[in-house]
């Protein structure tokens, strides 16, 4: 059990995880950061924080355990905010959905402390944000990726193991390279194409007529477009090569049925459509993946 969690972000995931370790029992306080201060009261009230810092570092302050869940593209910032807070002891994890970026960021931000750090992916998510969508249940049968590498402390890696599947989730540990090139593949890019592809029916003129037709495929094709706009902004960004690959991956699969489509060639079309529908028939869902 840990005495202190020092929550930095007290949205979704963070707010969750908070919750889901008190309804463990594996927290003894949790004390909660945000840089919105209506964020830390809201957390407050509902219960998902015990007490509010004003600070990421008053956050850590005391904390055996801090979780960092913040965009991407603040974690160097913030882990440099609470390094000087933090005991040898401490065991700090992010909940990032890329690993490369966030490893360097610690590596600079932590210093001597880097030992403390276990970086992590749980894939878990919804399309929507704020700490009051929390939900305690949020991490129950989700995969949570570990990335450690040759900094990481091995009693600090043996505990995030241990909490994370106090929560009900499945661990795996995966370097952050190959992590990144595999969710750029299975969640980047799927988000990038919900995106484009209601970019480009809101962009025809007849788009309201067109979503009032829409049935569920569309809707559970495009239920991830409602994502937070600056998490994938962030999420692109980071893992920018990775992404790229795979857009060009899947253009030339989309050349490959444009041809097939252009030539009306009907043993063509079926023939991409048998592989992808005996391929997806083929595959079991291990997790519920939004990030």
């Known amino acids: 059990m840990f005495q202190q969690l020092g929550l930095v972000g007290c949205g979704l995931m963070g707010g969750s995880f908070a919750l889901a370790l008190k309804r463990a029992g594996l927290v003894g306080r949790v004390v909660g950061f945000s840089p919105s201060a209506s964020t830390r009261e809201r957390a407050l009230?509902?219960?998902?924080?015990?007490?509010?810092?004003?600070?990421?570092?008053?956050?850590?302050q005391g904390s055996d355990l801090v979780l960092v869940a913040v965009p991407v593209a603040a974690t160097e910032s913030t882990l440099a905010a609470l390094a000087g807070a933090l005991s040898p002891m401490s065991l700090v994890m992010d909940v990032g959905s890329t690993k490369c970026d966030v490893v360097a960021a610690a590596e600079r931000a932590l210093g001597a402390s880097i030992a403390t750090f276990?970086?992590?992916?749980?894939?878990?998510?919804?399309?929507?944000?704020?700490?009051?969508h929390a939900d305690p249940a949020l991490y129950q049968?989700?995969?949570?990726?570990?990335?450690?590498?040759?900094?990481?402390?091995?009693?600090?890696?043996?505990?995030?193991?241990?909490?994370?599947?106090?929560l009900g989730s499945r661990v795996r540990q995966m370097s952050a390279p190959a992590h990144d090139a595999a969710f750029a593949a299975v969640s980047h890019l799927p988000h990038l194409l919900a995106f484009a592809m209601m970019n480009s029916i809101t962009s025809q003129a007849d788009s309201a007529e067109l979503l009032s037709l829409a049935g569920p495929g569309f809707r559970d094709f495009t239920r991830i477009a409602a994502s937070d706009p600056a998490v994938w902004r962030d999420i692109f960004l980071a893992n920018r090569d990775e992404v790229l690959a795979q857009i060009g991956s899947f253009q030339t699969s989309l050349t490959a049925l444009h041809q097939a489509v252009s030539q009306a060639d009907?043993?063509?079309?079926?023939?991409?459509?048998?592989?992808?529908?005996?391929?997806?028939?083929?595959?079991?869902l291990g997790t519920a993946a939004d990030h």
């Open 266 to 284: 009907p043993a063509a079309i079926q023939s991409l459509i048998h592989q992808a529908s005996t391929a997806r028939s083929a595959w079991h």
């Open 45 to 60: 009230s509902m219960g998902v924080v015990d007490a509010v810092a004003n600070s990421a570092a008053e956050a850590a």
């Open 141 to 166: 049968g989700c995969q949570v990726i570990l990335t450690p590498n040759s900094a990481t402390g091995a009693a600090q890696l043996a505990q995030a193991d241990a909490v994370w599947r106090a």
């Open 118 to 132: 276990v970086p992590a992916h749980p894939i878990a998510g919804k399309e929507v944000a704020g700490v009051e």
